[in-house]
T-cell receptor, first 113, second 111 residues
Framework: EPEVTQTPSHQVTQMGQEVILRCVPISNHLYFYWYRQILGQKVEFLVS????????KSEIFDDQFSVERPDGSNFTLKIRSTKLEDSAMYFC???????????FGSGTQLSVL | GNSVTQMEGPVTLSEEAFLTINCTYTATGYPSLFWYVQYPGEGLQLLLKATKADDKGSNKGFEATYRKETTSFHLEKGSVQVSDSAVYFC??????????FGDGTTLTVKP
């Protein structure tokens, strides 16, 4: 079965640094998402992306966050100046349609020190 | 707004016991409903889904029925195994595209 792949699996960074989390969605999918899960808490929606633009974002997704699809295969999440509270598992997901099931990647564990 | 409420955990069962994890939702419109599973150290995986009322999703011995009248999507399995130990998330998905997740229920199955 096709998979969503995420790199790196672990990222450690200093507070205030920029990080870019990378994702390769499934090739025929049109909708892309980022979610995060702070340890022991629920999975939270960050942003959805379709047709090269953000279609919806949560209140978590402030000006420090941005997403990009720089080429035909990658989908990235950038955090401009990381904070301690950004430490979480970040999941990328993609779907064929907006009301279809999401396929999740295995996540990037971000640790901000 | 949309929300998903699922049974608080953790849940500890003996092997071959019957499992129920309750899930109820509130949503505008008619969402698709999902159960995702997260095994230790891994990402989220779709377990099963149902897209309309009275649909039953099933996979790996797990079942859940989309009940519109009670706005529920309870997860059941007749006989759990140690390998079923994981965190289970109920989720709803509207046409807006994003999924709303419950808090997750940790299941531990003991031999």
């Amino acid at each position: 079965e096709p998979e969503v792949t995420q790199t790196p699996s672990h990222q450690v960074t200093q507070m205030g640094q920029e990080v870019i989390l990378r994702c390769v969605p499934i090739s025929n999918h049109l909708y892309f998402y980022w979610y995060r899960q702070i340890l022991g808490q629920k999975v939270e929606f960050l942003v959805s992306f379709y047709n090269n633009e953000i279609s919806e974002k949560s209140e978590i997704f402030d000006d420090q966050f941005s997403v990009e699809r720089p080429d035909g295969s990658n989908f990235t999440l950038k955090i401009r100046s990381t904070k301690l509270e950004d430490s979480a598992m970040y999941f990328c997901a993609s779907s064929v349609n907006s009301d279809e099931k999401l396929f999740f990647g295995s996540g990037t564990q971000l640790s901000v020190l | 707004g949309n929300s998903v409420t699922q049974m608080e955990g953790p849940v500890t069962l003996s092997e071959e016991a019957f499992l129920t994890i309750n899930c109820t939702y509130t949503a505008t419109g008619y969402p698709s409903l999902f159960w995702y599973v997260q095994y230790p150290g891994e990402g989220l995986q779709l377990l099963l889904k149902a897209t309309k009322a009275d649909d039953k999703g099933s996979n790996k011995g797990f079942e859940a029925t989309y009940r519109k009248e009670t706005t529920s999507f309870h997860l059941e399995k007749g006989s759990v195994q140690v390998s079923d130990s994981a965190v289970y998330f109920c989720a709803s998905n509207t046409n807006a595209g994003k999924s709303t997740f419950g808090d997750g229920t940790t299941l531990t199955v003991k031999p």
